[in-house]
């Protein structure tokens, strides 16, 4: 799971070769609203859940990914995890010790009765997180494209392909609050939800749900 750059949309120059006869601008002076990818990859099917979001990319906006990632899975499917093993970047929004992500893992941990493993890519790494690949795919796949609008991208996520598979792409207009945080008396109880890893606290961490204790 990883998010990618924000995308700006508009009429605007991004490089490479154009598909059609289009004009675009060369420098981004103004544009038809930004989206934030979130993606999140199934090494063992292939699947590939991209989750674009208009507002910020805080913990909130990552943790609602992942519930519309798991809400797109069949009940056959969700039945057959017997845990959720997330590889992911040790980056501000979702990192060891965000207490705000923290909080909303155990409670998605808890909500999809799972449990959940975090594995942290240390820092300057994160090139081998597997979803880093499917992000290069679809920059060569809508390389040139002209990005006006929402539906657009969409369109132009929807099409590539992943494994033989297209993609499940999925638009938020939810509007995220940044500097969300819990006070040192909240995480205690957070805290004691995560089993870390003793030799890598920070980089490796597991949540059973509550139903499990």
């Not at 420098?27 to 199934?42: A, K, L, Q």
């Not at 991209?50 to 499917?77: M, R, V």
Request: with cysteine.
């Amino acid at each position: 799971m990883d998010c990618k750059a924000t995308i700006k949309l508009g009429e605007l120059s991004r490089g490479g070769l154009s598909r059609g006869n289009y004009k675009a601008y060369d420098h981004d002076f103004s544009s038809n609203g930004s989206y934030t990818p979130c993606g999140i990859v199934n090494e063992d099917s292939g699947e590939l859940y991209l989750h674009f979001g208009c507002s910020y990319k805080t913990s909130d906006f990552i943790i609602d990914a992942l519930f519309g990632w798991w809400n797109h899975q069949s009940p056959e499917e969700q039945q057959r995890f017997d845990k959720i093993q997330l590889k992911i970047d040790n980056g501000p929004e979702s990192s060891g010790v965000r207490t705000q992500f923290l909080k909303n893992i155990v409670g998605f941990a808890d909500t999809i009765n799972k449990p959940i493993q975090l594995l942290y890519f240390p820092p300057y790494h994160s090139k081998y997180n597997p979803i880093e690949r499917c992000w290069g795919i679809l920059e060569m796949h809508w390389n040139g494209a002209l990005l006006k609008n929402v539906e657009v991208m969409t369109k132009w996520a929807k099409s590539m392909l992943w494994k033989g598979l297209h993609p499940i792409v999925e638009i938020s207009t939810v509007i995220y609050e940044k500097g969300i945080t819990l006070t040192k008396a909240a995480m205690k109880a957070i805290e004691k939800r995560l089993s870390r890893n003793p030799d890598l606290p920070k980089w490796d961490i597991y949540i059973e749900p509550m139903a499990a204790q």
